[in-house]
């Protein structure tokens, strides 16, 4: 269902690869009618990263998976802004949008006359977005960098991995992009805040969002632990350094996770798992005591885990309330029943229109995704050809 909730909003998009895309995707998610800038013959970067979708005759297609995951509902343009032409064309282009979108290094669109003081000149209401990964400003702005190097920099490698002194211990990523998914929702909640504050100011604003920002915010608890205490986090694996149990646990026939968030689960899980009298013990009865005695608890409640199938335990517990869940693999999460209840997969019809994820977000039940599938390079899908706004 395409949103009509941005309708009237146009957006110049210069961003490519993943955070840029995530927002631009999101607005045209929401309605807004997004046209994506790329290079002549080569286009977004993502284009070209396996694997690829395949066609009807079973054959890999020019589409890559990447690129359709973050392109849906926009119209590709390709257009040489090195050159004073394609600038003139893009500053028509100007004059209808919006919002421009673009996560070139600090300062790189200066050379173009596509930087925000510039396009301002143009159009003073412009929302201009920039994307990057250390900021407009401070001692590492004109450096580039990709998702890990942020996970790395950020902190968030540091409390990921499994403890020290035990086998394969170590800072370890995550093989999501997260920096990269959390900055293109940040510059998306970002620039509608700004679309509202322009509709009651008439002022455009020039937005910066970068990747270390992000990150650093979501340190959230992990941060103020520090701030609190002095004492960067631990690495835990999976395990939580506050909370107990709550962690991964064996069981006969795998894995399963069991997060358990208080007094009254744990008391729950003890019912359920046929030893009620360990929920009032004093060693475990809170989650202080809990915390405390880890080295005693875990290994005990890991005697009762293996002593049902994951299934078992998962079905035990669900009925009991008792938050847990079975380690799935995305092709499982896919073929879920409440995912797909929840409409987050869109069906495709071959390799003009591939399957993706849908938006997250619903508005009075209505789940926004824009029915026009990612372009192929500067094609439209069927949508009318783009033309330079004559004064």
């Not at 064309?89 to 200066?110: P, S, T, Y």
């Not at 002095?230 to 399963?256: C, E, L, S």
Request: with cysteine; net charge negative.
């Amino acid at each position: 269902m395409t949103s009509t909730i941005l309708p009237h909003i146009k957006v110049l998009d210069l961003s490519r690869v993943l955070a840029g895309p995530w927002c631009t995707q999101a607005l045209a998610d929401m309605g807004a009618e997004v046209f994506k800038i790329e290079r002549q013959g080569v286009g977004d970067e993502m284009r070209h990263s396996p694997p690829f979708l395949r066609g009807a005759d079973g054959q890999p297609t020019k589409d890559s998976t990447s690129y359709v995951c973050v392109n849906r509902g926009k119209r590709s343009l390709t257009i040489d802004f090195t050159q004073p032409a394609g600038q003139a064309l893009l500053h028509e282009l100007v004059r209808q949008c919006d919002v421009v979108v673009e996560n070139f290094k600090a300062g790189d669109l200066q050379r173009y006359r596509l930087d925000y003081e510039s396009l301002r000149a143009i159009k003073p209401s412009l929302v201009y977005c920039s994307i990057t990964g250390y900021g407009q400003d401070g001692p590492m702005a004109a450096l580039p960098g990709y998702d890990p190097v942020f996970q790395a920099i950020s902190g968030l490698m540091s409390t990921c991995g499994l403890p020290e002194g035990e086998p394969g211990a170590g800072p370890m990523r995550s093989m999501l992009p997260l920096v990269d998914v959390m900055t293109g929702m940040v510059a998306t909640s970002t620039v509608l805040a700004a679309l509202l504050h322009r509709e009651r100011t008439g002022e455009g604003q020039h937005l910066d969002i970068c990747l270390l920002d992000t990150q650093v915010a979501m340190m959230a608890n992990m941060a103020t632990n520090y701030l609190a205490t002095g004492k960067p986090p631990a690495r835990w694996g999976n395990a939580h350094p506050n909370i107990v149990p709550y962690q991964v646990f064996p069981t006969a026939d795998g894995h399963m996770v069991l997060a358990i968030g208080n007094d009254g689960q744990f008391a729950r899980f003890c019912i359920a798992a046929g030893h009620a009298d360990k929920s009032v013990e004093p060693l475990f009865a809170t989650n202080p005591a809990r915390v405390a005695n880890r080295a005693t608890l875990v290994p005990l409640l890991t005697s009762w885990t293996l002593t049902r199938t994951t299934a078992e335990w998962v079905d035990l517990l669900e009925h009991a309330a008792v938050p847990c869940s079975p380690i799935l693999d995305v092709g499982q999460v896919l073929a879920h029943p409440h995912v797909a209840a929840r409409g987050m997969c869109v069906p495709g019809n071959g390799a003009d229109a591939p399957p993706t994820v849908a938006n997250p977000m619903l508005f009075d039940g209505q789940r926004p995704v824009a029915d026009v599938p990612p372009p192929t390079l500067d094609n439209n899908r069927g949508q009318p050809a783009w033309r330079a706004p004559t004064r």
